[in-house]
Every structure is written in structure tokens, then in C-alpha cells.
């Protein structure tokens, strides 16, 4: 069974970095071919792809955001972390990781709201 | 890179058939075969409905179906039920070897 869970502040103060955390189970990011990526949804908006870390490391970015965006793996803990930083009130969303390129499995979203 | 082009919304009478457009550039939906479409219910993750323009994962109603054309994906429901009610979103590979999504359609059954 693959799941995949969103974790990491509510709150974030304007200016700060985010750090989330996607734990998952049932598949391996040392599988060639998988990859794990965000998207994020503003409340009642649409979504919104971030980026995407592979199986060997290769990452790609949102074109609008690879300058504050950060995204790692950690193959043993089976997670993948997304690190935003100088958050502002526009980053307040709901943020989801998913399996693949299909965004097959996603997982339940963390939301996540930059307030002073 | 800019969004996708979907209608905000449309609807339709149970049993009837609708159809939902994508538009994007040469550089996305044009370029690659790699458009997939959601579906999400309120306050819910979304759930893939189609994958690669037209292929169904399992567990997936044939009622749903979809197409390309251009630079223009398609979602069709056909037999439209209460339970298709829910927002739609298309997303598709780009050049830049990342991702893009629409705006979102809000499926309405009447």
C-alpha cells in the first residue's frame, strides 16, 4: 500500500523559511524512474505545481519559485523536504506531495499559513 | 511559464455528457503526450482520473474519457452523476521539464 504525509508548521511568520517533510511507504526513491514533488493549493484556488526531487537526484523547480526553493531526499528515512524560504502571505496554501509523474498517490496536505 | 486555460465552470443534467478543455502552448499540452486530469471533492487531495491524455488508472470509470487536439486537452464525463459533482484540474509536462496545471474547472450536476 503507498502513502505518502505532509508534515510541518501551521503558522510561519512572514520572512521565514517553511521546512515540510513527506514521509512515505510502499515504493522507494531508489527505484529508477520515481520521483517525489509539491504542488500547493491556496484556499480555494488552483493548484500549483512547486517541484520534483528523482530517484538519482536531479531536481527540477517551478520557474517562478527555483529561487526560494529547496528540495532534498532522505532514501533511508524514505522522506523528501521542501524548504521555502521568505515566505510570504501569498504562500499561505494547502501543500501536498505526490508519487510520480502522474501524481498517482497524493498525499492528505498540510496547510500551511504565513501570518505575522 | 503561464497556467492552463479551463472554463471555471460547467454543467450538465445526470446522464447527460460534458466535456471539459485544456489549452495550453506548443511548449505543454502541444508538445508531449503527458496530460493528466484530476479530480477533487472538498476539502479532499486530488485523485487522477486520466494520465498520459487518454489512459484510465485502475479503478477508474470508463465514463470518463479524454482526448488532445493541438495545443487543447479533453475531459469528457458521459452519463453525468451526482458523485462526478467536483472541481477538475488538468496538468501537463513542459519544455522545461516541469510541471503545469489549469485553473480549474467546477463540475456542476444540475
Known amino acids: 500500500q503507498i502513502t505518502l504525509k505532509e508534515s510541518g508548521p501551521t503558522l510561519v511568520k512572514p520572512t521565514q523559511t517553511l521546512t515540510l517533510t513527506c514521509t512515505f511507504s510502499g515504493f522507494s526513491l531508489t527505484t529508477s524512474g520515481l520521483n517525489v514533488g509539491w504542488i500547493r493549493q491556496p484556499p480555494g484556488k488552483a493548484l500549483e505545481w512547486l517541484a520534483v526531487?528523482?530517484?538519482?537526484?536531479?531536481?527540477r523547480y517551478s520557474p517562478s519559485l527555483k529561487n526560494r526553493l529547496n528540495i532534498t531526499k532522505d532514501t533511508a528515512k524514505n522522506q523528501v523536504v521542501l524548504t521555502m524560504t521568505n515566505v510570504d502571505p501569498v504562500d499561505t496554501a494547502t501543500y501536498f506531495c505526490?508519487?510520480?509523474?502522474?501524481?498517482?498517490?497524493w498525499g492528505q496536505g498540510t496547510l500551511v499559513i504565513v501570518s505575522s | 511559464q503561464s497556467a492552463l486555460s479551463q472554463p471555471a465552470s460547467v454543467s450538465g443534467s445526470p446522464g447527460q455528457s460534458i466535456a471539459i478543455s485544456c489549452t495550453g502552448t506548443s511548449n505543454d499540452v502541444g508538445g508531449y503526450n503527458f496530460v493528466s486530469w484530476y479530480q477533487q471533492h472538498p476539502g479532499k487531495a486530488p485523485r487522477l482520473m486520466i494520465y498520459d491524455v487518454r489512459n484510465r488508472p485502475s479503478g477508474i470509470s470508463n465514463r470518463f474519457s479524454a482526448s488532445k487536439s493541438g495545443n487543447t486537452a479533453f475531459l469528457t464525463i458521459s452519463g453525468l452523476q451526482p458523485e462526478d459533482e467536483g472541481d477538475y484540474h488538468c496538468s501537463s509536462f513542459t519544455g522545461n521539464n516541469t510541471w503545469v496545471f489549469g485553473g480549474g474547472t467546477k463540475v456542476s450536476v444540475l
Open positions: 526531487i528523482y530517484w538519482d537526484d536531479d531536481k
Open positions: 505526490v508519487r510520480g509523474n502522474w501524481f498517482d498517490y
